[in-house]
């Protein structure tokens, strides 16, 4: 899977918690508006002032009219106290609404909580995969720098094998032996010149022959660091992988829907 639709569903995955922590927020204070409901106002009851009765005087004499009450006193006093002491019913919302909130709830956790799995899971097969990617550039370069050292041992063994012709002509014998068929009157100078163009092709020789054992124990060294690296990356992935499996392993199995 490419990098960029990685990070596409990571942060896809991030704004459904997100909408689902808004929409639960929402649901939670529109139920909790329902539940609340305004106290009645408390009702108040007031007597009407009865005049005390003039002895020297009738209701006919004076024109007022009288109210005259039939109840009880004791009845009075109780309903007045029963009214006083009244207060607003408060009553608790339904077992239904908790149990559907709660549940709500508990589903939203399970789902945050296999959305983080999925995430740890995403980013541990990232790390898996750029190791993997390491490994194989690892691979690759030893195999280029291995390439490299069997050719410069091969060059080694020419110079070794072109030395070893020079060395032999070089001897007295082989340079008046390959100077006799020249015809010239002056046989030494032809020698002298023979042994100069074999002592400098000679010199020659040897110096690209340093250079290349030079050059070998370079690459002997890269191939051993190279391979190196190549087993503790091997390494690191054979643990990788037995982590990610043991944790396959480990995880609950999902229910399955009715």
Known sequence: M????RNYVKILIAVC???SFCLVEGDAQTRRKKRTRKAAPKPVITNPTI???DATKTPADTGDVKIIST???ATKDSSSETLQGWKPKVTAPPPAEEDETSSTIKDLTNQVNRLNNKLSAMQEDDRYQLDMERLTRAEQRAEQLRGQLMDVQGKIA???ARLEQLE???RPENIEAAT????STRPEVARDTRRKQL????GRVQAQLTLAETSRSRLEVAVANADAEVDNLRAKLDQRRAQMDAQQNDAPARPRKP
């Open 17 to 19: 918690l997100v909408v």
């Open 180 to 183: 006799q068929g020249y015809g």
């Open 158 to 160: 020419d110079f070794e």
């Open 199 to 202: 002592e400098s092709e000679k």
């Open 51 to 53: 005049a005390p009765p």
């Open 168 to 170: 032999y002509a070089l």
């Open 71 to 73: 109840a009880d006193p």
């Open 2 to 5: 490419p990098v960029w639709i």
